[in-house]
C-alpha cells in the first residue's frame, strides 16, 4: 500500500441498507477526513479525526458516522442510507490537522 | 461560515498558453491550499500555502493573507493540466475544516 486506499471503487446500494465505505492510510498521518462531492455543490467534509480516539463533525455530518480505532483505519458508517446520499466520496489524510491534505482515489456511491 | 469564491468558473487554453486562476475569501484563514482533480477524478495537492509564494515547476501560486486572495499561475499550458481547479481554505475559527471552492474547469487543447 503506498499512500490512501479507499474500498469500494464503486457500489450501488439499496436505500435502508447499511453501508461502510473503508479508507486506510500507511503515511502514520494523524488527522484523516471524509468528503464528498457533488455536482454544482463542491467538495464538502462530513467528519473528521485529528488523532486516533477522536472525531468531529464536519459541514454535513448527518446520516453518516466514523470511527477511529488506530492511526492508519477511518472508516465512514452510512446506517440507513437514502438517495441524497448518492454521492462520490473521498477519503484524505494529512501530517497533522491544518497541514497539506491527501487524498484517496474516491467511492462512487449509488443509493437506489 | 468562510466563503470561498473562484474565477473564472471555466477557462479555454491552447497548449502553451499562460493562465491566471484566483481565489477569495471572506475571513481570516490558517492555511490555503491549492489541489487539481483530474478528468478521471483524482484530487492532487499542489500547493500548500496559507502566505507567500511557491513555484512547483510550471506552476507557482501566490497568497496574500492581508487582502484574502491566493492566485494560482500556470505557465506554458499542456494537456495534462486539463482538469478542475480547487482553492480550500481553513478557517480561523474552525478548527481542522476545509472549506473549498466551487473550481475553476480548465480545458488545454492541442
Known amino acids: 500500500i503506498a499512500g490512501i486506499t479507499q474500498a469500494p471503487t464503486s457500489q450501488i446500494l439499496a436505500a435502508g441498507r447499511r453501508m461502510t465505505l473503508r479508507c486506510t492510510q500507511d503515511?502514520?498521518?494523524?488527522?484523516m477526513y471524509w468528503y464528498r462531492q457533488d455536482l454544482g455543490l463542491g467538495l464538502r467534509l462530513i467528519h473528521y479525526?485529528?488523532?486516533?480516539?477522536?472525531?468531529g463533525k464536519g459541514e454535513v455530518p448527518d446520516g453518516y458516522s466514523v470511527s477511529r480505532a488506530n492511526t492508519d483505519d477511518f472508516p465512514l458508517t452510512l446506517a440507513s442510507a437514502v438517495p441524497s446520499q448518492t454521492s462520490v466520496y473521498f477519503c484524505?489524510?494529512?501530517?497533522?490537522?491544518?497541514?497539506?491534505?491527501?487524498f484517496g482515489p474516491g467511492t462512487r456511491l449509488t443509493v437506489l | 461560515g468562510i466563503q470561498v469564491e473562484q474565477s473564472p468558473p471555466d477557462l479555454i487554453l491552447q497548449e502553451g498558453a499562460n493562465s491566471t486562476l484566483r481565489c477569495n475569501f471572506s475571513?481570516?484563514?490558517?492555511?490555503l491550499q491549492w489541489f487539481h482533480q483530474n478528468p478521471w477524478g483524482q484530487l492532487i495537492n499542489l500547493f500548500y500555502?496559507?502566505?507567500g509564494t511557491k513555484q512547483n515547476g510550471r506552476l507557482s501560486a501566490t497568497t496574500v493573507a492581508t487582502e484574502r486572495y491566493s492566485l494560482l499561475y500556470i505557465s506554458s499550458s499542456q494537456t495534462t493540466d486539463s482538469g478542475v481547479y480547487f482553492c480550500?481554505?481553513?478557517?480561523?475559527?474552525?478548527?481542522?475544516?476545509?472549506?473549498f471552492g466551487e473550481g475553476t474547469q480548465l480545458t488545454v487543447n492541442p
Open positions: 479525526s485529528n488523532t486516533a480516539g477522536t472525531t
Open positions: 480550500a481554505v481553513e478557517e480561523e475559527t474552525s478548527g481542522s475544516r476545509l472549506t
Open positions: 475571513d481570516s484563514v490558517n492555511n
Open positions: 503515511m502514520r498521518h494523524n488527522a
Open positions: 484524505a489524510s494529512a501530517g497533522t490537522s491544518g497541514r497539506k491534505q491527501f
Open positions: 500555502i496559507p502566505s
